[in-house]
T-cell receptor, first 112, second 112 residues
Framework: NAGVTQTPKFQVLKTGQSMTLQCAQD?????MSWYRQDPGMGLRLIHYSVGAGITDQGEVPNGYNVSRSTTEDFPLRLLSAAPSQTSVYFC???????????FGQGTRLTVV | GESVGLHLPTLSVQEGDNSIINCAYS??????FIWYKQESGKGPQFIID?????DKRQGQRVTVLLNKTVKHLSLQIAATQPGDSAVYFCAEWPLDDYKLSFGAGTTVTVRA
């Protein structure tokens, strides 16, 4: 049981490049979410999904897209990276809304 | 032990003393509260949770207290150990919302 797996662990992008951060969970959780964490700040919600085919915006969605074609996977796409998107990104999953959220180990992204 | 009043970003504790970390939450509709521990370079790890129909819950060396009147949550760590050095976050999940929201975090440093 791997839990929540994020890839890659580290990434450097040039401004304007695109990329996808991968997140997979093997716990059959319905709820998945993406957060970003900036120095000295808590985690801010980017997008979330309450089940396959259903996604919605969180607190800071601009510049990011998501999709949820399967229960297991919830990729986060940056279409045109900007230096302001330099951050550590965490994916989380819960078996339902209002239950313990399990986090991945994070992806440290630098945009130059 | 060292008592913290309102939320402070840092807490220095002597090894063996008790720690108290405070958190003020914002949404009176929040039904579920979680404390997370985040070590350097890792994702948040679940410590303990509490539902709004409770005012106290105990785990192994940790106790969470909930005061709904003043919207205040605290985490008590007994006999603090060097391995307890980390950033601690409280998180709230409102009944009427799909979003788990995090506080700013408290950095706990344990002195030998």
């Amino acid at each position: 049981n791997a839990g929540v797996t994020q890839t890659p662990k580290f990434q450097v992008l040039k401004t304007g490049q695109s990329m996808t951060l991968q997140c997979a969970q093997d716990m059959n959780h319905e709820y998945m979410s993406w957060y970003r964490q900036d120095p000295g700040m808590g985690l801010r919600l980017i997008h979330y999904s309450v089940g396959a085919g259903i996604t919605d915006q969180g607190e800071v969605p601009n510049g990011y897209n998501v999709s949820r074609s399967t229960t297991e996977d919830f990729p986060l796409r940056l279409l045109s990276a900007a230096p302001s998107q330099t951050s550590v990104y965490f994916c989380a999953s819960s078996y339902r809304v209002g239950a313990e959220a399990f986090f991945g180990q994070g992806t440290r992204l630098t945009v130059v | 032990g060292e008592s913290v009043g309102l939320h402070l970003p840092t807490l220095s504790v002597q090894e063996g003393d008790n720690s108290i970390i405070n958190c003020a939450y914002s949404n009176s509709a929040s039904d579920y509260f979680i404390w997370y521990k985040q070590e350097s370079g890792k994702g948040p790890q679940f410590i303990i949770d509490i539902r709004s129909n409770m005012d106290k819950r105990q785990g192994q060396r940790v106790t969470v207290l909930l005061n709904k009147t003043v919207k205040h949550l605290s985490l008590q760590i007994a006999a603090t150990q060097p391995g307890d050095s980390a950033v601690y976050f409280c998180a709230e999940w409102p009944l009427d919302d799909y979003k788990l929201s995090f506080g700013a975090g408290t950095t706990v440093t344990v002195r030998a």
